[in-house]
């Protein structure tokens, strides 16, 4: 059974990083590509971006110059770097499974990590 | 203003059908898949549908999705009170390189 688990502060300062750990549980995150989404509170869905543990990166354009996703393979995690954060990035952030072949669709979700941003 | 556009609500009563659309356009539907999640109040999406048509496993054929040019249709038959959540669509983005997802779909069961 694939599980997913966010951690990391409610609670970032505006200008500051925002930083996201994803624990992934019954399967190796070598095996499949990894990726974040976030929910501004009453809002849709945004695409945060993917990576493969070998360094195979995406990211949402929009987000692109202040993001960074990255591997610990020892721990079987993931993580989510977001820079200079204002108002804007208050969300509920989920990392999910991205199922990336012929297709491309999020299979499994973490059950979310709200991070509001606020001095 | 989301690249997929959805109905932002649809309602029906216990044990009517349902559908609900989304419009994209040829660098998201026209070279790419269509899969729909489901969230429910208070949690995190679940995979309804993928590769336009197909049901993962544990899903009830009660939900079905069809793709046809830019267009995307979600269909729930026997609606229950347990299916009142929010709907998204989402695709690739071949021209603007990156996932987009719709604005979302309340439904709700009178």
């Known amino acids: 059974q694939v599980q997913l688990q966010e951690s990391g502060p409610g609670l970032v300062k505006p200008s500051e990083t925002l930083s996201l750990t994803c624990t992934v549980s019954?399967?190796?995150?070598?095996?499949?590509?990894w990726s974040w989404v976030r929910q501004p509170p009453g809002k849709g869905l945004e695409w945060i971006g993917y990576a493969f543990y070998s360094g195979s990166t995406s990211y949402n354009p929009s987000l692109k110059s202040r993001v960074t996703i990255s591997h610990d393979t020892s721990r079987n995690q993931f993580s989510l770097r977001l820079t200079s954060v204002t108002a804007a990035d208050t969300a509920l952030y989920f990392c999910?499974?991205?199922?990336?072949?012929?297709?491309?669709?999020?299979?499994?979700w973490g059950q979310g990590a709200l991070v509001t941003v606020s001095s | 203003q989301s690249v997929l556009t959805q109905p932002p609500s649809v309602s029906a009563a216990p044990g009517q059908t349902v559908t609900i659309s989304c419009s994209g356009s040829d660098s998201n539907f026209g070279n790419n898949f269509v899969s729909w999640y489901q969230q429910l109040p208070g949690t995190a999406p679940k995979l309804l549908i993928n590769?336009?048509?197909r049901r993962p496993s544990g899903i009830p054929d009660r939900f079905s999705a069809s793709k046809s040019g830019t267009s995307a249709t979600l269909g729930i038959t026997g609606l229950q009170t347990g299916d009142e959540a929010d709907y998204f669509c989402g695709s690739w983005d071949t021209r603007l390189h990156t996932w987009v997802f719709g604005g979302g779909t309340r439904l709700t069961v009178l």
């Open positions: 590769s336009n048509d």
């Open positions: 019954g399967v190796s995150i070598t095996d499949f590509y």
């Open positions: 999910a499974r991205a199922i990336r072949n012929w297709d491309y669709f999020f299979d499994f």
